[in-house]
């Protein structure tokens, strides 16, 4: 069993930035690759970024390219989302989530452990 503590989200103004943080405990964190989603109020979660167990391959949804940067820490079992130029329409509760083994998914049914949520919210 994997347990995930993200940490990290807060109140921004439109052009800000923040990293958020996931923890993980319970396992060997080197062995799970691991995803961001998020959700907004009355939408259904979506995938945000990716990254593989070894932090050598990422992957993002094609509108935070270029704005956020998915990274981890394998001492540190921490996983990383950094977040540059927010805009209104990021403000959604955002997971993370893990899955044993190597390879990377968008689909949030392929993760089988998840943490309890942080919010984002970007003023205009």
């Known amino acids: 069993q994997v347990q995930l503590v993200e940490s990290g989200g807060g109140l921004v103004q439109a052009g800000a930035s923040l990293r958020l943080s996931c923890t993980a405990s319970g396992h060997t964190f080197s062995t799970y690759a691991m995803g961001w989603f998020r959700q907004a109020p009355g939408k259904e979660r979506e995938f945000v970024a990716a990254i593989d167990w070894s932090g050598s391959y990422t992957y993002a949804k094609d509108s935070v390219k270029g704005r956020f940067t998915i990274s981890r820490d394998n001492a540190k079992n921490t996983v990383y989302l950094q977040m540059n130029s927010l805009k209104p329409e990021d403000t959604a509760v955002y997971y993370c989530?893990?899955?044993?083994?190597?390879?990377?998914?968008?689909?949030?049914?392929?993760?089988?452990?998840w943490g309890q949520g942080t919010q984002v919210t970007v003023s205009s």
């Open positions: 989530a893990a899955r044993y083994g190597t390879s990377v998914y968008q689909n949030d049914y392929n993760y089988p452990y």
